[in-house]
C-alpha cells in the first residue's frame, strides 16, 4: 500500500523555522515527484513546492521563494520542506503528495496520485 506520512509540524513565531519531512512507504519513492501544498482554515489546497523525481527541477510558489527549501533522500525514502523565517499567513495543514507523471502544472492538487494526511503548522506570537 503506497502511503506518505507528513512530520515536523507545530507552534513557531514569526520569524522561526520548522523542517518538515514526508516519509514514504509501499512504493519506489524514486519514480515519483513530489509537491508540498498546504491549506489554511476557509482556503483552497495550494501548491508550496515541488522536487522532480531526478530533483533537476525544483518549483516554489511565488511565495515562499528564498525563505523555503525542498530537497529529497531517496535512499531513506524521505522528501523534505525546511522553512525558514516564517509568517502568519503560512499557517495550515502541509501535505505531501505523489505523482508519476511530470508536468508542468505541478501546483495543482488534481494531477497527484496520493497523499499524506497532513502536518499543522501554526505561526503565531
Known amino acids: 500500500q503506497s502511503q506518505l506520512e507528513e512530520s515536523g509540524g507545530g507552534l513557531v513565531q514569526p520569524g522561526g523555522s520548522l523542517r518538515l519531512s514526508c516519509a514514504a512507504s509501499?512504493?519506489?519513492?524514486?519514480?515519483?515527484?513530489i509537491g508540498w501544498f498546504r491549506q489554511a482554515p476557509g482556503k483552497e489546497r495550494e501548491g508550496v513546492s515541488f522536487i522532480s523525481s531526478s530533483g533537476g527541477v525544483i518549483e516554489y510558489a511565488d511565495s515562499v521563494k528564498g525563505r523555503f527549501t525542498i530537497s529529497r533522500d531517496d535512499a531513506k525514502k524521505m522528501v523534505y520542506l525546511q522553512m525558514n523565517n516564517l509568517r502568519p499567513e503560512d499557517t495550515g495543514i502541509y501535505y505531501c503528495?505523489?505523482?508519476?507523471?511530470?508536468?508542468?502544472?505541478?501546483?495543482?492538487?488534481?494531477?497527484?496520485?496520493?497523499w499524506g494526511r497532513g502536518t499543522q503548522v501554526t505561526v503565531s506570537s
Open positions: 503528495a505523489a505523482d508519476l507523471e511530470f508536468g508542468s502544472t505541478w501546483y495543482l492538487p488534481d494531477r497527484y496520485d496520493f
Open positions: 509501499g512504493f519506489t519513492l524514486d519514480y515519483y515527484h
